[in-house]
C-alpha cells in the first residue's frame, strides 16, 4: 500500500494540548494509519511534525493543525473523525433544548462571574503562558501553569510576582495536582486526608499520592512547582511556598517533598526551612545523599524511595514507628526463605513456585530491559538498578549510567524514558496513548540477550482508558515467540493507581498477573525485583 500525508488547518481553534493528545491517540489507533498527530501550529509543534514525516505545514501558533500519514483511504477517515470529535468539543448548546452557559472569553470575566474563584489553569503555548500567568495574577488568582518550554528568565519573573502578591504558582510544566480534592491534569483519585504533597515531579506525587491512599490515609493538597523550581536561578520560589502554605494547614499533619535532586545551595534552603516548622517533613530528593544534609533531625525526616516517602508520612501520621524502606534494603544480596522479594513472587504465582526460580533464562540471556512512561519513575528504576550492580544506557542517565546512542536501538542493560521528548515530538505521551509502549516492549523481548522486561502502567486523569489491552497482546507473543526459540523472559512491571481511578488499578492488576507479569506493589519494590532477577 502506498502511504500518503495530509493535513487540515482549523484557524484560531485554540485547544488544551491534553485534549490534542487524546484527538491524537484517537487517530493513531485506526486501521492504516503510521502517524497521526494533532497540535497548535506553534513552531515547536511545526517543527515536530516535520520530524515525525508529516510534511510541511503553514500554520500560525493560533491555529489548530490536524496531521495524518497512512493509506490513502485510512487517512480521509482519520480527518473525518478529526471533524467529528472537534465538533463534539465545540462549546456551546448543540440542541438539546437546554440552556448553554455563557461562554466566558478572559480570565477577567471568570472573575466577574465569581469572585470565589482563586485558581487559574493555564494551558496555551509556551511562548503565551507568562503572559497569561501575570493576567491571572494581577487579578488575584493563584495559578497552575500546565504549558511546558516557557523560558526561564519568565519563570522567574512570574513567581517573583506572585511572591510580591503572596499567591502560589504552580509550574511551569506542571502536569500534576490535586487541590481541595480536586485532581487536576494528570492524577488519582485518592481519598482526603491529613497528609500533604509538594513536588517537582508529577509522576513522582502520583506514586506518592497513591501509596497513601493504598495505605489507608489521604491527602490534604498536593501542590506541584514544575520542574526548574528546585533550580538555582529559580531558588525553589514555588516549594517554599507550598511548604509554608501547608504547614499553616489545619488538615495538613504531615508534608511531603519530592525531586529530583535540587541545586545543593536549593536544598539547604527548602531543609532550613522544614526544620522549623512545627509540622513533620519527610524529604525525598531521589538520588542525593542525606548525609550530606545533616540526616534526620525530630522534625525532617528522609527517604530515598518513592514509596518510601509515603510509607514514612502514613507512619507519621499515624504516630507509629517509621518503617524500613524495604526496596532499599532488598538492592543487595541473594534471596532468603522469608525474603519479601520471594513472598511476593509466590503470592502471585499460582503453582506455588516462587518467580524466581520459575523462570529459566537460556545462556545468552543477561540483560534488564526497561520500557517506562513516567520520567522519574524511570529515573529511580536507574538509581535502584545502580544500586544493586546494574549500569544501563538511558535516554534519561543519571549520574554514573551512559547515554544511550541512538535511542532506537538498546544496548546492553537499558532503561528507557518513553516519555521524553526524544519519543513524543509528534505523537502523545505514551500514558494517553501506550502504544509506543507496547511496540518498544515487543522488540526489546524479541532481543535474544534480554532476560527482564520491566515496564509500568500509570492510571488516572488523563491516563489512557484502556491502558493494557495492547502491553497484554505485546507480551503473550512475546511469550510465545521466546517458547518457540527455547528461551524465556520475565515481565516485571507495577501499576500506579487506586481502585477509585476510572481504570480500576485492582482490574488492571488481575489481568497483568493473568497474563504472566509479575506486578509489584510500587515501582521501587519493581525496579529491585526486576534487577535481582538478572543472571
Not at 7 to 16: A, C, E, F, G, T
Not at 204 to 226: K, N, P, Y
Not at 321 to 336: H, I, K, M, N
Amino acid at each position: 500500500m502506498i502511504s500518503i500525508r495530509e493535513h487540515r488547518i482549523y484557524p484560531n481553534r485554540y485547544q488544551d494540548s491534553v485534549a490534542l493528545m487524546a484527538l491524537s491517540a484517537a487517530l493513531a489507533k485506526l486501521p492504516g494509519i503510521q502517524t497521526a498527530s494533532v497540535v497548535m501550529g506553534t513552531g515547536t509543534n511545526l517543527d515536530n511534525l516535520r520530524e515525525a514525516g508529516l510534511g510541511e505545514v503553514d500554520a500560525g501558533p493560533g491555529d489548530l493543525v490536524v496531521a495524518v500519514l497512512g493509506e490513502e483511504q485510512a487517512v480521509a477517515r482519520a480527518l473525518e473523525l478529526a471533524e467529528e470529535l472537534l465538533a463534539e468539543q465545540s462549546p456551546g448548546d448543540a440542541g438539546t433544548g437546554t440552556v448553554a452557559a455563557r461562554q466566558l472569553r478572559s480570565l477577567r470575566q471568570a472573575v466577574e462571574e465569581n469572585p470565589a474563584h482563586n485558581l487559574a489553569l493555564i494551558s496555551v503555548p509556551g511562548a503565551y503562558a507568562a503572559a497569561e500567568a501575570l493576567k491571572a495574577l494581577r487579578l488575584g488568582l493563584n495559578v497552575m501553569i500546565f504549558s511546558d518550554n516557557v523560558p526561564l528568565d519568565q519563570e522567574i519573573e512570574i513567581k517573583r510576582f506572585a511572591e510580591e502578591q503572596d499567591l502560589l504558582v504552580m509550574g511551569p510544566d506542571c502536569g500534576t495536582a490535586i487541590v481541595n480534592g480536586l485532581p487536576l491534569g494528570f492524577a488519582n483519585v485518592v481519598r482526603r486526608g491529613r497528609i500533604g504533597v509538594v513536588g517537582a515531579s508529577g509522576t513522582g506525587m502520583q506514586e506518592i499520592t497513591c501509596r497513601v491512599h493504598q495505605l489507608g490515609e489521604g491527602i490534604s493538597q498536593a501542590l506541584g512547582t514544575g520542574g526548574h523550581d528546585l533550580s538555582a536561578q529559580v531558588g525553589a520560589v514555588s516549594m517554599l511556598r507550598g511548604l509554608r502554605a501547608l504547614a499553616a494547614d489545619e488538615a495538613t499533619d504531615v508534608i511531603v517533598l519530592v525531586s529530583k535532586p535540587p541545586a545543593e545551595t536549593v536544598a539547604k534552603s527548602v531543609i532550613e526551612e522544614a526544620r522549623t516548622l512545627d509540622v513533620p517533613v519527610v524529604i525525598c530528593f531521589l538520588g542525593a545523599d542525606p548525609a550530606a544534609f545533616g540526616g534526620d533531625t525530630p522534625g525532617v525526616h528522609f527517604a530515598t524511595t518513592l514509596a518510601g516517602s509515603a510509607d514514612a508520612a502514613v507512619a507519621l501520621a499515624r504516630g507509629e514507628a517509621r518503617p524500613e524502606d524495604r526496596a532499599v534494603a532488598l538492592t543487595g544480596g541473594e534471596t532468603q526463605p522469608g525474603d519479601p522479594v520471594v513472598a511476593l513472587a509466590q503470592g502471585q504465582d499460582r503453582a506455588g513456585e516462587p518467580y524466581f526460580d520459575r523462570v529459566r533464562f537460556a545462556p545468552a540471556q543477561r540483560y534488564l530491559r526497561g520500557v517506562l512512561t513516567g520520567g522519574t519513575f524511570c529515573y529511580e528504576t536507574q538509581l535502584l538498578a545502580r544500586a544493586a550492580g546494574i549500569q544501563a544506557a538511558s535516554n534519561t542517565p543519571v549520574a554514573g549510567n551512559s547515554a544511550l546512542g541512538d535511542v532506537g536501538t538498546s544496548t546492553g542493560h537499558t532503561i528507557l524514558d518513553l516519555g521524553d521528548d526524544a519519543f513524543t515530538q509528534g505523537r502523545p505521551h505514551p500514558m494517553i496513548d501506550p502504544a509506543p509502549r507496547d511496540e518498544r516492549l515487543l522488540a526489546e523481548a524479541d532481543d535474544p540477550a534480554t532476560a527482564v522486561v520491566l515496564f509500568d502502567v500509570v492510571l488516572g486523569y488523563g491516563a489512557a482508558d484502556d491502558p493494557i489491552s495492547g502491553l497484554l497482546d505485546a507480551i503473550g507473543q512475546a511469550k510465545a515467540r521466546a517458547e518457540r526459540e527455547g528461551r524465556a523472559l520475565a515481565f516485571v512491571g507495577h501499576v500506579c493507581g487506586t481502585d477509585d481511578d476510572p481504570q480500576d488499578r485492582s482490574a488492571v492488576v488481575a489481568r497483568l498477573r493473568e497474563a504472566g507479569a509479575l506486578v509489584a506493589e510500587n515501582n521501587a519494590q519493581a525496579a529491585v525485583i526486576a534487577a535481582r532477577m538478572i543472571p
